[in-house]
């Protein structure tokens, strides 16, 4: 079992930055590909980035691709994700998620989420 806690959410301007975190509890972080999801008002989940055990493998979603870049610390069992040049479509929650396979599959566990506010 694996446990997800997202912070660094907040209310920026368009333009603006924020750097998401998602610490992970247990042993096997460096063990386990992450992801970053987010779900705005009346729309379903979508994906947003995700990388591999040690960080040699990350996709983007092409609506964030050069703009936000994910991140680990295994020594730290933390997940970061940078999200800059951020646009009022970027406001949602965001959700840390962890694949007990690799990041082409779904994920299995899931933090409470981060909400996420870009005003114009």
């Known amino acids: 079992q694996v446990q997800l806690v997202e912070s660094g959410g907040g209310l920026v301007q368009a333009g603006g930055s924020l750097r998401l975190s998602c610490a992970a509890s247990g042993s096997t972080f460096s063990r386990t590909a992450m992801g970053w999801f987010r779900q705005a008002p009346g729309k379903e989940r979508e994906f947003v980035a995700a990388i591999s055990r040690i960080g040699i493998i990350t996709n983007y979603a092409d609506s964030v691709k050069g703009r936000f870049t994910i991140s680990r610390a295994n020594a730290k069992n933390t997940l970061y994700l940078q999200m800059n040049s951020l646009k009022p479509e970027d406001t949602a929650v965001y959700y840390c998620?962890?694949?007990?396979?690799?990041?082409?599959?779904?994920?299995?566990?899931w933090g409470q989420g981060t909400q996420v506010t870009v005003s114009s």
């Open positions: 998620a962890a694949y007990r396979d690799s990041i082409g599959s779904k994920p299995d566990y």
